[in-house]
């Protein structure tokens, strides 16, 4: 700005002043400074209009005013606007083309900087409203931080006072606690005094007992005594013993006695318990290793290690029952074995059980499904049936009844016209037979004819196809010929056209169609090759037949190839495409009758054929 | 069933002689002994005063009376009406007295348990027992009469000495482990001892002949134990009925509790027959009763529900009455529960499970099981005899003027009769066979 100021005519003071401000204002507001420029740059230039700003530019400092420009664009780094002087002393002309360019590339920079204005604003908006928006985000997080503050606290305070009343709960457990305590020792404390007490006065109690003992028996009561008319004798008849110690002696030995009896009865029914036991389990091993045994196969199949060795146990056991039998004694050795092998198979058998068990769900579950459509479709049809059958018999019997009832109204004279019948149904029956003889000779000559006709349908069938297969080579060979050796297929033509002489049968119909429809084949096809390639078809009929259809297929190839060669012998010397597409082209109208005949009779063979071959 | 006409009786004195040939029963100071089949008057004898107890000797040759006002006890023998014997206990009193098994010794208790008296009846020898306990079952005679036990207490402990009979001497004699015992009992084959603490403790113990402790069983602590002990016939059960409503059945290999029977409020399981007395309508139809079955529709079976309420109720109320677990069939053991006194509980011991219930109208007086079969009279103070049996249930009206409140029964050996006792009359109830008993009488009801 400095540079600027001292470049700038004295002159222009006030409008460099003018500009000064403006250029300040510039950085304050460059949008107002670039208008007020374009506003001084334009409005000058064009016509002197007495406005405020119109100070810049007058009619008397044109001159003036243009070099200042000149100046201030050079120092902006624009073209000067003066053109390239000659001479010193030629004055220097205003070059109108640099102001204009000048002028443009003033105004693209305008609007260039307009543009980023704009950019700026709305980014400045954009930003303003993400302040906005930030602002009350802050605004509500700091609402939030306050709240959770104030939950914080008012949490902190319920901890607090859980705590205080935990604290008195604790204190009050205690108390309890001690209460009890309390409550036990005092409780403790009476029983034992209780008990003292009791002591105590059971003690008194038994003095006085004593003492009262004392007094009723020492008074030598007169009264204690006992009247006895005369004394009885024993229950056991025998006298009284003195006591002695052999008595006691005797009474311990009686005592222990009825002990050892009474140990022994129990000892014995013990036993028995454990024979009955033990035999059950023997009874229940046998059973067992019975009904376990089949089963051996399927786990050793499975090459499971641990089965196999309990079975082979099995197997061991199954050998020391007989030996176990005789050891009836209680070793121990003998229990642990005896109860081991039954465990061991029991588990055998839970296993064996619980697959069963699983195998028999899954199956159920499996079958279940599809079981219960199906059963359900059989179940309706089978109502049906039954229903049908019931309505049947229904009716059956409904005529029955008439029948019943007519015989009854009629029941009159019923020997005459028993004996009629009868000779009625003789007759029906002999007339029934001859008609059965006859149909069934009927019926023998309609199964010869339709098995004739079966056979002829068979031959036609098979003729149709050698014919086709022997077509189908003739083709081929006809393709090739045409393709690859005109010689040769000349010399074939010629030789066909030989053959065509000895032709009687005449049917173009059959062929016309199949030669169409096959143009390709396999590249080697020689009338050898054909006959080999009918020889190799899967004749389904025998042997004979199979001559017969050689023979026919012979027959046919050589038809086929007659037929063909008439007219197609003379345009395959001019050229193979066309004489193809001729050919092709005179082949159709002759065979297109004669296919739709060949067609449908084709498809009657077909038909015949299929209902007879199987 | 038939009923013999009505015989006077005085404080439910009655007792069959136990060869089941004689019954004898009390009248004021009389004594009167029955043929048990003809029911025509054997024997008569006079007493010195009122009769208070009457006991058979095993032999049944003869009948104590006790006359505890007095401190007597006479005897009289059935074979020589005019021998006589009169024991005299002076101013000790007399308190119990008992035969012993051989039925030549009496037993007597005097008063304040100071001692016990043996008297005999072939010589003149008198033997003395000190210190025995004043409990409830103090003294128990083995099945064979061979042994006595008998509850001691001396030095604030309890002992239990065990006696020969046949010339009352002392065997063994040892302390029990108990704060304050409360009976003893042998078990049918002597060999065992079965002695239970009072009741506020619950304690059990068992001791073999020799005094050695076989075993101790305690169901619960603190709180109130024993209430009664039964032993069945084969000794291989010992049913413990105690005050929290249950019973406990141990055996006798390793005296471990086999099972346990409450006596719930309701009973769901359908198995269990519930037989419950019901007025009928009708009130002419004499003493007929009918036991609904208790599994027929929603009607009964609310009302059964509020019968149980009810007795739930009197639960609250102080029982006084003290019942035992009687448990004289094999099979079965009935309870009779004091919380629901008007109820018999049967189970079966075979199956241990609850057989059948039956609920009478009123509190049952006393029940006593046939010695033959699986057959139980119950009486509750009404004009009925209650029978029951697997078969199914029967109630009879007693004849008699103005009705016999039956306080108590008492079947005959054989099982064939029975005698229905009241405050002051008594009769015999001959059962036939056991398809008569459903039909015997008009009187009889449903059973199902």
């Known amino acids: 700005m400095g540079d600027w100021m001292t470049v700038t005519d004295p002159g222009l003071s006030s409008e460099s002043k003018y500009i000064s401000q403006y250029t300040s204002e510039t950085k304050m507001s460059p949008s107002s400074l670039y208008s007020q420029q374009v506003l001084c740059s334009s409005i000058p230039l064009s016509k002197n209009v007495h406005s405020f700003f119109s100070a810049f530019c007058t009619e008397e400092n044109i001159e003036q005013s243009i070099s200042y420009l000149d100046q201030e664009l050079t120092t902006f780094g624009f073209p000067s606007l003066y053109e390239e002087s000659k001479g010193k002393e030629t004055k220097r002309e205003l070059n109108i083309v640099a102001v204009l360019n000048c002028m443009n590339e003033l105004l693209v920079l305008q609007r260039k900087n307009l543009l980023a204005q704009e950019n700026v604003e709305t980014q400045n908006l954009k930003l303003g409203s993400d302040m906005d928006h930030l602002q009350n985000c802050y605004a509500k997080l700091k609402e939030q931080l306050e709240t959770s503050r104030r939950e914080m606290i008012g949490l902190q305070e319920r901890d607090r006072q859980l705590q205080c009343k935990n604290r008195n709960l604790h204190q009050l457990l205690k108390n309890e606690k001690d209460e009890v305590q309390k409550l036990q020792n005092i409780i403790a404390s009476r029983a034992t005094q209780y008990n003292h007490d009791m002591k105590r006065k059971e003690r008194e109690y038994n003095k006085l007992k004593e003492r009262l003992h004392q007094l009723v028996m020492n008074k030598k009561d007169k009264k204690i005594a006992m009247e006895v008319l005369n004394y009885v004798g024993r229950a056991d008849g025998k006298r009284g013993s003195w006591r002695t110690g052999k008595t006691e002696a005797r009474n311990e030995d009686e005592m222990y006695k009825i002990l050892l009896n009474d140990y022994e009865y129990r000892q014995k029914q013990i036993l028995m318990e454990n024979a009955e036991l033990k035999k059950v389990l023997q009874q229940m091993k046998k059973e067992m290793i019975s009904l376990l045994s089949p089963q051996k196969q399927k786990p050793r199949e499975r090459a499971d290690d641990s089965t196999g060795t309990v079975i082979s146990d099995i197997e061991e056991d199954a050998g020391e029952l007989s030996r176990e039998s005789t050891w009836d004694l209680s070793c121990e050795t003998v229990r642990e074995q005896l109860t081991n092998s039954i465990r061991k198979q029991w588990r055998i058998l839970k296993s064996h059980v619980e697959k069963l068990d699983n195998q028999v769900s899954k199956v159920h579950l499996e079958g279940f499904n599809d079981e219960d459509v199906i059963s359900r479709q059989d179940h309706e049809q089978e109502t049906e049936k039954l229903e049908l059958e019931i309505q049947q018999c229904k009716e059956m019997i409904k005529t029955q009844q008439q029948l019943l009832q007519q015989q009854l109204a009629t029941a009159c004279d019923d020997d005459t016209t028993s004996l009629l019948r009868d000779c009625y149904l003789l007759e029906e029956k002999e007339r029934l037979k001859e008609e059965w003889s006859l149909f069934k000779e009927q019926k023998k000559n309609f199964e010869k004819e339709r098995r004739s006709f079966t056979e002829a349908a068979i031959r036609l069938g098979l003729e149709r196809k050698a014919f086709e297969e022997e077509r189908a080579s003739w083709l081929k060979q006809q393709f090739l010929n045409m393709t690859t050796f005109d010689h040769q297929n000349s010399e074939n033509v010629k030789l066909f056209s030989a053959f065509s002489g000895s032709s009687d049968r005449d049917n173009p119909t059959v062929h016309s169609r199949p030669r169409q429809k096959k143009p390709h084949g396999a590249p080697s096809g020689s009338p050898v090759c054909t006959s080999k390639l009918t020889k190799s078809l899967p004749a389904s009929p025998s042997t004979s037949d199979f001559c017969q259809t050689r023979s026919c297929v012979s027959e046919y190839s050589s038809i086929s190839v007659l037929n063909t060669t008439p007219e197609e012998s003379k345009p395959n010397q001019v050229g193979r495409e066309c004489t193809n597409q001729k050919w092709s082209m005179a082949s159709r109208p002759d065979s297109q009758e004669g296919c739709c005949s060949g067609c449908s009779s084709t498809h009657a063979d077909a038909h015949i054929e299929k209902d007879d071959l199987p | ?448």
């Open chain 2, 1 to 448: 069933m038939n009923f013999s006409e009505v015989f006077k009786l005085s404080s439910l004195l009655c007792k069959f002689s136990p060869d089941g040939k004689y019954l004898a029963s009390c009248v004021q100071y009389r004594l009167v002994v029955r043929d048990a089949s003809t029911l025509q008057i054997c024997q008569l004898y006079t007493c010195l005063d009122q009769i208070q107890h009457i006991e058979w000797s095993a032999d049944s040759l003869f009948i104590l009376c006790a006359l505890y006002k007095r401190g007597l006890v006479q005897v009289w023998s059935l074979e020589q009406p005019e021998w006589h014997c009169k024991i005299d206990e002076g101013s000790a009193g007399l308190v119990a007295s008992c035969w012993s098994p051989d039925g030549r010794h009496i037993l007597n208790t005097t008063e304040f348990h100071l001692r016990i008296t043996v008297w005999s009846l072939c010589t003149k020898s008198v033997s003395y027992i000190k210190y025995p306990k004043a409990c409830q079952q103090g003294i128990t005679f083995t099945r064979d009469g061979r042994y006595l036990a008998l509850a001691e207490r001396r030095d604030c402990k309890d002992y239990v000495s065990i006696l020969v009979c046949s010339d009352w001497q002392l065997l063994r004699h040892f302390d029990t482990d108990t704060q304050d015992l409360a009976g003893i009992e042998w078990a049918p084959n002597g060999c065992v001892l079965a002695a239970w603490d009072s009741c506020l403790e619950y304690k059990i113990l068992l001791y073999a002949l020799d005094g050695r402790l076989l075993s101790a069983f305690c169901a619960y602590e603190r709180s109130l134990g024993i209430k009664s002990v039964a032993w069945s016939p084969s000794s291989q059960f010992l049913a413990v009925g105690s005050y929290d409503g249950k019973v406990r059945i141990l055996n006798h290999v390793t005296w471990k509790m086999i099972t346990e029977f409450g006596h719930p409020a309701t009973i769901n399981n359908p198995k269990i027959v519930v037989y419950k007395e019901a007025e009928k309508s009708p009130p002419l139809v004499l003493g007929r009763l009918a036991f609904p079955p208790p599994r027929a529709a929603a009607g009964p079976l609310s009302s059964m529900e509020s019968e149980y309420a009810e007795a739930c109720r009197r639960q609250s109320q102080p029982q006084d009455r003290h019942r035992g677990t009687g448990l004289q069939s094999r099979q079965l053991l009935p309870g009779d529960e004091e919380c629901v006194p008007s109820a018999v509980w049967i189970w079966d011991i075979q199956k241990l499970r609850l057989l059948a219930v039956l609920e009478q109208l009123s509190a049952v007086r006393c029940f006593q099981w046939d010695p033959r079969q699986a057959r139980l009279a119950i009486c509750t103070g009404g004009s009925k005899v209650y029978l029951w049996s697997p078969a199914g249930c029967v109630s009879v009206q007693v004849p008699g003027e103005g009705g016999l409140q039956v306080l108590s029964v008492c079947w005959h050996l054989s099982g064939d009769s029975l005698a229905v006792l009241s405050k002051d009359r008594f009769c015999l109830c001959f059962l036939e066979t056991e398809q008569g008993v459903g039909t015997a009488f008009g009187q009889a009801g449903d059973h199902t």
